[in-house]
């Protein structure tokens, strides 16, 4: 029970990350109720991806990443992409607790101790690089301590806020349609855990038909925690809610809030830092060969480097990542499925009926994805 409890922390944990505070002010630019009908789509397709990828991962008899099944399953030009959405995927994913994670650092710490933001950003880097160095026994386990946490921290954040929620907020509908697109990447991005799946195997190693059931479970906690998350800021603050949430729930309703919700970002942050950036690690260690020690350094330095060049717009981050990385990823992991279902090395514990019909369709829609954010970064770089 403790592994299954330790797999579905890690997952749900890695999950709930820093895209959690931009979903309130995206909800602000189009509105509660289309943002409730995005998670149901976009949580049912996920779902079946994740799905898809547990399978693959236990078709396969070796502990890989996404461009070792790529390599197995495709060709190498397929693993050469998976290498570069991979590594740009979960660098962009660390720039951005860095960023966020930082200002809830700052924000916490600097009106006590001083400073400014660029070393407090420097501190939660440095922290989570130490960590990250030790690998998954230790993360896994704060992961499964400090989920329970963040719940508490998030009932607590809801029950000081429910008084001043506005409920009309919540079921006015005026959507805006230049913003329509705008939820996409940002929830595609908030809810996908497909990294960290290849480390349920490795958890679950003695259990692997547990795996099915954490991945749904694992994806339901985290979209029901962020539907509340929502209602808690944007049904408090409404069209002014700031693009990371906390800022303008502390103005809306000051007082301890701001504590409480600022040591809630760190915490969120904080911990999938710690699992992605191990995800990463071990990237470059199995399937690059690369020593562990350098393994650690490619991982953790390059996102760093570019907050240092700049790059900080997160809502643009975690955008980009969730409709260009992950589209491109899940297309290739839907063709990895089918092939997987022929040339697999094992037995799964788990077999999912997918017909190449409905993969398909899936395909095209992300591929759809990509080409649409792709074309908005040509006519405004929104990075920076």
């Known amino acids: 029970m403790y592994k299954k409890l330790l797999a579905l922390s890690t997952f749900s944990g890695t999950i709930i990350g820093v895209g959690l505070f931009g979903l309130p002010y995206v909800t602000a630019q189009i509105g509660f109720i289309p943002m409730i009908f995005y998670f149901l789509f976009l949580g049912i397709v996920m779902l079946f991806i994740q799905l898809m990828y547990g399978e693959i991962s236990l078709r396969t008899t070796a502990l890989h990443r996404l461009p070792g099944y790529s390599r197995i399953y495709l060709n190498r030009s397929a693993e050469a ?54 690998g998954s026994g230790p993360v896994s386990k704060t992961e499964f301590f400090s989920l329970g946490l963040f719940f508490i921290i998030l009932i ?37 855990g497909m990294a960290i799946i290849p480390e349920l195997k490795e958890i679950l190693h003695d259990d692997e038909k547990s795996i099915k059931n954490i991945i749904i479970t694992g994806l339901i906690i985290p979209i029901v925690t962020y539907l509340i998350f929502i209602i808690t800021i944007y049904g408090v603050t409404g069209s002014n809610t700031t693009p990371e949430g906390m800022t303008g729930l502390n103005l809306a309703l000051g007082g301890g809030i701001a504590a409480i ?5 760190i915490i969120t942050t904080f911990t999938s830092f710690l699992t992605l950036g191990i995800t990463l690690k071990k990237e470059f260690h199995y399937d690059w060969g690369l020593p562990g020690w350098l393994s650690w350094i490619a991982a953790c330095v390059p996102a760093f480097a570019l907050y240092m060049a700049g790059f900080k717009n997160f809502i643009g981050i975690i955008g980009f990542i969730g409709s260009v990385t992950l589209g491109i990823d899940i297309t290739i992991i839907s063709l990895i499925y089918l092939k997987s279902k022929t040339a697999g090395q094992r037995v799964p514990a788990y077999s999912m009926k997918i017909s190449k019909k409905f993969v398909t369709v899936l395909t095209t829609l992300f591929i759809i994805g990509v080409i649409f954010e792709i074309s908005k970064i040509i006519f405004s770089i929104n990075l920076i």
């Open 81 to 134: 992409i998976t290498y570069t959405t991979t590594i740009v995927g979960l660098t962009g994913s660390l720039l951005a607790y860095i960023v966020i994670g930082g200002e809830f650092l700052t924000s916490l710490l600097m009106p006590i101790l001083g400073g400014n933001n660029f070393i407090y950003s420097a501190i939660f880097f440095i922290a989570g690089s130490l960590l990250i160095y030790f």
């Open 261 to 265: 919700g600022f040591v809630f970002g």
């Open 156 to 192: 607590i954040l809801f029950l000081k806020a429910s008084s001043a929620i506005d409920w009309q907020y919540l079921t006015t509908v005026n959507v805006d349609l230049k913003n329509f697109f705008l939820p996409y990447g940002v929830i595609l991005f908030s809810i996908s």
